[in-house]
């Protein structure tokens, strides 16, 4: 027998329709939702009596009345793979099943509700390819605002952030890729996702200017051009977020990857380059990658208000 926790009607008024006429007025919209303790997690939760070790369900509610009163959708398939998306991202559960649906729907001949239902594990919530896996543990700490996945690649971890909602720039100079990108993001119905072609070591001497204080995190995975840093930490917002991973010195002498060492960071060099950041979170070590494993850096640092 599973254990689950329960909300029955919420109910808040958001914008969804096909037609823009539809979306320009308040509707009112029912969401049910029933989510799956992973195993042993209530029993921890109902020996501590500590909200801590349960499911938030008064948090779960309020994070879904901001989502679907905050953005514009066509669909309400969209709207229900997002709440999806977000309590899988921001809380420990290991399926659901929701109900979103329109209470007063402009149609004619239904006196009732119209909607979908969905039925999602955690495993077949994450995008393909899945997102890095330290941005899925750090997740939480990311702000909701805009966002930018600097050398994107083919974006696994943009798709990840504009389905939870992030307004999202994935910057790269792989044209291909962006190509990849693009044709996901659209088949996907990301419109919060923008795009754009930049090749970021076109000038070794003067980089590229990411624009002052205009972004709430910015991502870097598995990149390492050392001038960038100047420009990236002039790019966040006060409080805003830099996670960065990427390979240590180790990897190059142990898996002779990447290649060229000055690809790799020496140790603790990422700190350094980050100076004037408030460090949040700093780890150097061997992490599982599929069958193999590599030696990266890791951190969460946030420059000050």
Not at 54 to 73: K, N, P, W
Not at 95 to 107: F, Q
Request: charged share 25%; aromatic share 6%.
């Amino acid at each position: 027998m599973k254990d689950r926790v329960m909300i029955e009607r919420l109910e808040f008024h958001g914008h969804c329709g096909v037609t823009q006429e539809e979306r320009q007025t308040p509707q009112p919209i029912a969401v049910d939702l029933e989510l799956t303790y992973p195993p042993g997690s209530l029993s921890r939760a109902a020996e501590t009596d500590d909200i801590g070790c349960a499911v938030d369900y008064a948090t779960v509610a309020e994070r879904i009345v901001q989502l679907g009163t905050a953005e514009t959708f066509a669909l309400v398939e969209t709207m229900a793979e997002r709440i999806s998306a977000m309590v899988f991202a921001e809380f420990p559960v290991s399926a659901l099943h929701l109900w979103v649906r329109k209470l007063a729907p402009p149609l004619k001949d239904v006196r009732g509700s119209v909607g979908v239902r969905l039925e999602r594990t955690r495993a077949s919530a994450l995008p393909d390819p899945p997102p890095a896996q330290f941005l899925q543990e750090q997740i939480a700490r990311l702000p909701k605002g805009t966002v930018l996945d600097l050398a994107s690649g083919q974006g696994r971890n943009a798709l990840y952030l504009a389905g939870l909602g992030c307004t999202v720039e994935a910057i790269d100079r792989d044209q291909p890729a962006l190509a990849a990108l693009a044709e996901t993001a659209g088949r996907r119905n990301l419109s919060n996702l923008t795009i754009k072609h930049l090749d970021l070591e076109a000038d070794p001497t003067h980089p590229p200017d990411l624009g002052t204080e205009r972004y709430d995190a910015i991502l870097v995975f598995f990149y390492l051009h050392r001038p960038l840093f100047p420009s990236l930490l002039r790019a966040l917002k006060p409080g805003g977020l830099l996670v960065y991973e990427t390979f240590l010195i180790d990897n190059h002498e142990r898996r002779r990857h990447p290649r060229r060492k000055e690809f790799c960071l020496a140790h603790n060099e990422l700190l350094r380059l980050v100076g004037g950041l408030r460090v949040l979170h700093y780890d150097e070590g061997e992490r599982a990658d599929g069958p193999e494993t590599s030696f990266t850096a890791q951190l969460i640092a946030r420059r000050r208000d």
